[in-house]
């Protein structure tokens, strides 16, 4: 899938070029450029500390980069940097356009309101103010994210980590983006939860067709979900390729570590 | 050492009926130019929140700090001033307001809403419309209403530069989740001209339509907030609602007890310990115009013939 549309060449979603963010003193991310395409999905590994969440939030304007840009294919006037256009526009974006979600769902939920509302709000946002409407809206992505319908009024702190998790991903998706960043969005699950979502992320982004980058330190992960791969350390992309490609013929020393250093089971 | 500016229209005759050692309606003529330069903002940007210098005043915060404020910069010596508690004259906190600007501006003082040209409010609007030549100021608690959902002051600030106001759904949304309509009955939530959205301070909601288009100028004051909002005469004000849950005001099976009126805000009063009970309309001054026009209610059920009689707890 990902090579056919690699072949045709459209446009990128995502243009990051040049894109360097420092701490004062301290390096978290140099140079890193890279497109996305339409549909693709892109994962980000590395250790803690080498600088992923860095990229990610510079790139999904959560954080203004000290030197590059990151330009975004918008629906109506082509590429535009992100951090040169308004802030409205950015925030606008930010929550029709794309979606994050959190690695810790309070993050990206509101904790006091009902998982109904939590799904609603981005509709409410952009101006819908048909109850009835929402309501339905609602329903329809709780069950496409495969929660149980009769808990659409109790509030996620209810919720098990998995469920919340789940329930963010659909806050999200109710506005049908094009682009979304996760950022470790399994850890923190037990193993056969983690599975049973990233099957979920797996389909909702084949049927969707939604482009996404996903940061994580979990190899497993990326292998299951992306088609592209960029391995960091230190603030550095350090080898980029094909998922396959970069697991299973790793080129880059510390690539060759991180690989082997998973744990059979 | 600054020369303290005197009221422009200080005369013998302001001095001998206030209390002297104050400047006329006690705040000095600075404070007043800050808090009238921050209400002309407001009126030119109507329902957004002009910060301002609060000062400390003779009263706690929650009692009407910012109100007092408004009408102390808003009020001359010819004013007639109301004060409203809850829709009454007689309560507290609107004894004593009334009695500070008795005292340190010598303004006359009405209970009468048509001969009022100042009226400072908490809680209500009147029952008989307002006109231009009228100033209604509220007291207000929260001046803030995103402020439930989000706590940073620097993010509902960029909230409303941005008209982001999705999430003020969220709660109505609850609401009709939860009990089938929206249920939230005081301080309901209004977009003010079509930009901003505002809290209308703790008015029953009511109150919210006779906001909308009305003819006197409505300044709000929050003290302990340091905040100051206007909705200007004849402005749009819209209470937020969804296409199928329209917004609606309250209504009673019951008119008032001593008036008849069947149109107004109606206070239940408990009148003995057997469930007795009676409705009496909030507006106090307008219940009694009614009455002096002649319009009888059915007397509640204990027959009180005038709210003067009202038992006071030990009389069963």
């Known amino acids: ?265 | 050492m600054a020369d303290v500016i005197d009221h422009p229209s200080r005369t013998a005759a302001t001095d001998a009926r206030t209390t002297s050692g104050y400047n006329f309606a006690y705040l000095d003529e600075q404070t007043k130019r800050m808090i009238r330069r921050a209400i002309l903002k407001g009126v030119a940007v109507p329902g957004y929140q002009v910060p301002f210098g609060s000062r400390e005043m003779p009263l706690p915060y929650g009692w009407g700090t910012g109100g007092i404020q408004v009408t102390a910069a808003v009020i001359g010596p010819d004013d007639t001033l109301k004060v409203i508690d809850q829709g009454a004259d007689d309560t507290t906190n609107a004894v004593n307001i009334r009695s500070f600007f008795a005292k340190t501006a010598g303004v006359a003082t009405t209970d009468r809403t048509v001969e009022a040209t100042v009226i400072q409010t908490r809680h209500r609007i009147p029952e008989t419309p307002l006109s231009e030549n009228q100033i209604l100021v509220y007291q207000v608690p929260i001046p803030e209403p995103l402020r439930w959902l989000e706590p940073r002051e620097t993010e509902t600030r960029k909230m409303h530069a941005l008209e982001e106001y999705g999430a003020m759904h969220v709660s109505l949304y609850e609401d009709i989740a939860k009990y089938g309509r929206i249920t939230k009955s005081y301080n309901y939530p209004v977009r003010v001209n079509g930009r901003y959205v505002m809290s209308p301070s703790p008015i029953p909601k009511f109150d919210n339509p006779k906001m909308d288009r009305m003819a006197a100028l409505q300044l709000f004051g929050a003290g302990r907030e340091k905040r100051i909002y206007a909705v200007p005469p004849y402005t749009k004000v819209k209470s937020l609602d969804f296409e199928d849950h329209p917004f609606t005001i309250e209504s009673w099976e019951q008119s008032c007890s001593l008036c008849g009126a069947g149109d107004s805000y109606l206070d239940e009063v408990v009148t003995d310990d057997k469930g007795g009970k009676m409705y009496v309309c909030s507006d106090s001054d307008f219940c009694e115009q009614r009455r002096a026009a002649g319009h009888v209610g059915d007397g509640g059920d204990s027959a009180y013939a005038t709210r003067d009689k009202i038992p006071s707890g030990d009389e069963q």
């Open chain 1, 1 to 265: 899938m990902s090579a056919e549309t690699a072949f045709q060449r459209p446009s990128p979603l995502l243009q990051v070029r040049g894109l360097t963010h420092r701490y004062g003193p301290h390096i978290g991310c140099r140079d890193v450029a890279f497109d996305l395409y339409p549909g693709e999905v892109l994962g980000i590994v590395g250790e803690s500390g080498s600088g992923k969440t860095t990229l990610l939030k510079c790139v999904s304007g959560q954080m203004e980069p000290s030197e590059g840009s990151v330009e975004y294919q918008t629906r109506d006037a082509g590429l535009i940097d992100l951090f040169r256009m308004s802030e409205a526009r950015r925030r606008l974006l930010m929550r029709t356009d794309w979606g994050i979600v959190y690695q810790n769902p309070r993050d990206g939920l509101r904790m006091r309101v009902s998982a109904g509302a939590n799904v609603g709000e981005r509709l409410m946002a952009i101006g819908d103010r048909h109850y009835g409407h929402i309501r339905s809206e609602a329903v329809d992505w709780l069950e496409r994210v495969e929660m149980d319908i009769g808990r659409i009024d109790d509030m996620p702190h209810t919720f098990s980590g998995g469920m919340q998790q789940r329930l963010q991903i659909a806050r999200n998706l109710v506005t049908k983006p094009r682009l979304v960043f996760m950022d470790e969005p399994t850890s923190g699950l037990d193993v056969s939860v983690q599975a049973r979502l990233l099957d979920l992320i797996r389909g909702l982004v084949r049927t969707l067709g939604i482009a996404c980058v996903i940061v994580t330190h979990d190899l497993g992960v990326v292998r299951l979900l992306s088609h592209r791969l960029m391995v960091m350390k230190g603030g550095n992309v350090v080898e980029s390729g094909l998922t396959d490609q970069v697991l299973d013929d790793p080129q880059h020393p510390y690539t060759q570590l991180l690989v082997s250093s998973i744990l059979p089971v």
